[in-house]
């Protein structure tokens, strides 16, 4: 089970950070993928993080502008989201991915498993 938590307002220029609690998940390595879904658009990867290595991989529209992480304790990744864009608001959606070492979001086939979403809108 993924719970998200996080979303939210903030003008151009400003942070918010995303919270994705695991549950249930036994495995040593999977993959936690961020991604979102702009009003009438398709859903698209921002970057994900591998629970195995502890390595992360980000979209180029957000490199440089969002960290993934992790909190080992509390089984939670976040998505630190700096120098926000008006183009960043949408509904972010985390999901993990059980059967690779290495994540990836191109492409979200091998997500199985999804949190609900939350809401990040950006404007001035």
């Known amino acids: 089970q993924l719970v998200e938590s996080g979303g939210g307002s903030a003008q151009p220029g400003g942070s918010l950070t995303l919270s994705c609690a695991a549950s249930?998940?036994?495995?040593?390595?999977?993959?936690i993928g961020w991604f979102h879904q702009a009003p009438g658009k398709e859903r698209v990867g921002v970057g994900c993080?591998?629970?195995?290595?502890?390595?992360?991989y980000y979209a180029d529209s957000v490199k440089g502008r969002f960290t993934i992480f992790r909190d080992n304790a509390k089984n939670t990744v976040y998505l630190q989201m700096n120098n926000l864009r008006p183009e960043d608001t949408a509904v972010y959606y985390c999901?993990?991915?059980?059967?690779?070492?290495?994540?990836?979001?191109?492409?979200?086939?091998?997500?199985?498993?999804w949190g609900q979403g939350t809401e990040v809108t950006v404007s001035s």
């Open positions: 993080f591998s629970i195995g290595d502890g390595s992360s």
């Open positions: 999901a993990a991915d059980l059967s690779s070492y290495k994540c990836s979001v191109v492409g979200d086939f091998l997500y199985k498993f």
């Open positions: 249930g998940i036994t495995r040593d390595y999977y993959g």
